[in-house]
C-alpha cells in the first residue's frame, strides 16, 4: 500500500526556534497534502490543506505566519512552526492524498521546552 | 457544516468481551465516506474501513464489524472477542468535499482498554 514518511519522528527545541517537519509520500504522486495537529488526548484538527505548486489554505484559527506550509514537489510538504513556544507542542500528522485515497503519515511529536 | 460525535470517551472491557464503539455524524452532503481508525500508544494511524454513504451494507472482517444506518446517522463499530492488542483509541471520521477537497472531520476518539 501507499506509504507516507514524516522527518522527524520527534523533535525537542528550545523556545523561540523553528523546526522544520517533512511529510513525503514514498510511492505515489501526492497532489494535495494535509496538516493535522493533536494535542494530548484530544482528536486531530486540521490545520491547513496544500496543493503542489500553490499556497496553503489554513483553517480558521490557525496563524499561516506561524506554521508555515511549503509543497514545492508532488512528493514533499513541509511544515515549518516559526518562534515556537511551550504550546506548539503537539503531535503533527500529515495526510498525502494522490488520484485516491488520503493516507497518513506516522507523525511528528514536537516538544518545546 | 460537518460534525462527528463519539459520546464514549473511555471504555473498559474484560478480555474476550464484545466491545462497540459509537459514532454519530452530521453533514449536509449527499456524498460523504466515513473512517474508523485505531491509534496506539505510538500515535500512528491505522485505517480500519472506509464506507460511502451509498453503501449501507454491513460488513464484518474478522473480529471486527460495522453498522452504518444512514437513517439514523450512525456509523458504530463493533470488536467481537476482544483482545489486550485493541487496546487504543478509536476514531471515527467523515470526509465530504469541501472546497474541492476531501476534507475528513474526527470525531474526539474513544479510548478502549481491554484489561486481561
Known amino acids: 500500500g501507499a506509504v507516507v514518511s514524516q522527518h522527524p519522528s520527534w523533535v525537542i527545541c528550545k523556545s523561540g526556534t523553528s523546526v522544520k517537519i517533512e511529510c513525503r509520500s514514498l510511492?505515489?504522486?501526492?497532489?494535495?497534502m494535509f496538516w493535522y495537529r493533536q494535542f494530548p488526548k484530544q482528536s486531530l484538527m486540521l490545520m491547513a490543506t496544500?496543493?503542489?505548486?500553490?499556497?496553503?489554505?489554513?483553517e480558521q484559527g490557525v496563524e499561516k505566519d506561524k506554521f508555515l506550509i511549503n509543497h514545492a514537489s508532488l512528493t514533499l510538504s513541509t511544515l515549518t512552526v516559526t518562534s515556537a513556544h511551550p504550546e506548539d507542542s503537539s503531535f503533527y500528522i500529515c495526510?498525502?492524498?494522490?488520484?485516491?485515497?488520503?493516507?497518513f503519515g506516522p507523525g511528528t511529536r514536537l516538544t518545546v521546552t | 457544516a460537518q460534525k462527528v460525535t463519539q459520546a464514549q470517551t473511555e471504555i473498559s472491557v474484560v478480555e474476550k468481551e464484545d466491545v462497540t464503539l459509537d459514532c454519530v455524524y452530521e453533514t449536509r452532503d449527499t456524498t460523504y465516506y466515513l473512517f474508523w481508525y485505531k491509534q496506539p500508544p505510538s500515535g500512528e494511524l491505522v485505517f480500519l474501513i472506509r464506507?460511502?454513504?451509498?453503501?449501507?451494507q454491513n460488513e464484518i472482517s474478522g473480529r471486527y464489524s460495522w453498522n452504518f444506518q444512514k437513517s439514523t446517522s450512525s456509523f458504530n463499530f463493533t470488536i467481537t472477542a476482544s483482545q489486550v492488542v485493541d487496546s487504543a483509541v478509536y476514531f471515527c471520521?467523515?470526509?465530504?468535499?469541501?472546497?474541492?477537497?476531501?476534507?475528513?472531520?474526527f470525531g474526539t476518539g474513544t479510548k478502549l482498554q481491554v484489561i486481561p
Open positions: 495526510s498525502a492524498r494522490g488520484h485516491g485515497w488520503g493516507y
Open positions: 510511492d505515489f504522486q501526492a497532489t494535495t
Open positions: 464506507r460511502n454513504s451509498f453503501d449501507e
Open positions: 471520521a467523515l470526509s465530504e468535499k469541501a472546497g474541492g477537497y476531501q476534507k475528513v472531520t
Open positions: 496544500s496543493n503542489e505548486g500553490s499556497k496553503a489554505t489554513y
